[in-house]
């Protein structure tokens, strides 16, 4: 019999594959483990970060290591960004999840709220890792969010009929290697 955990991991694996496959938003870029507990994931969306000299500066993109500890799923897991990252809910070693997690919630939805977070389409100013960004955040709405762009991919499921459901998401899924138009492609923050 496969113990619960490990029954866990694989479902998670496949979900995360199938879910982020042909995705230019959000990529797993490395696992470890068999099934995977170590995930990186490579974002290509709008954050920001704080150069040596100070400036707050937009990034591109972004990397998070994720791993998945023995108590998970009751423990959320462990996330840190590999790339600075400007924002209320991380600092130099964690991303501040404990809040949000929930056993039942996916690694696929984490993953995509965790983008969400990198893009400024939410944060949390009211008890942050970093109150300097908090206070940027609170002073500057008008820059907010830095990326505004649909960044999950349509979940797509079997119905019990063979059909095929797209929940919320993209309209329609990019074509092979396209990036999503985005309207805000030339814009500049400016700290």
Not at 25 to 32: M, N
Not at 122 to 130: A, D, F, I, Q
Not at 179 to 186: C, G, K, L, T
């Amino acid at each position: 019999m496969i113990p619960p955990r490990v029954r866990r991991l694989t479902q998670d694996h496949e979900k995360l594959r199938v879910r982020f496959a042909d995705w230019p938003l959000i990529r797993l870029t490395g696992t470890a483990g068999l099934p995977p507990e170590y995930y990186r994931v490579t974002y290509s969306i709008r954050g920001l970060y704080v150069d040596p000299m100070g400036q707050i500066l937009e990034r591109s993109e972004h990397i998070l290591e994720m791993n998945l500890s023995l108590g998970y799923p009751r423990r959320a897991p462990q996330c840190r960004m590999l790339t600075p990252v400007f924002h209320p809910n991380f600092d130099e070693v964690s991303v501040c999840i404990g809040d949000f997690w929930a056993p039942s919630e996916g690694l696929d939805d984490l993953i995509v709220r965790i983008g969400r977070m990198i893009a400024y389409q939410e944060y949390n100013t009211k008890s942050p890792l970093n109150g300097l960004a908090a206070r940027w955040a609170a002073e500057h709405p008008q820059f907010l969010p830095i990326d505004p762009r649909a960044l999950a991919p349509p979940l797509v499921e079997k119905a019990e009929i063979g059909t095929v459901t797209l929940r919320p998401g993209p309209l329609s899924a990019p074509s092979e290697n396209a990036v999503p138009e985005d309207p805000w492609a030339d814009r500049i923050v400016i700290s």
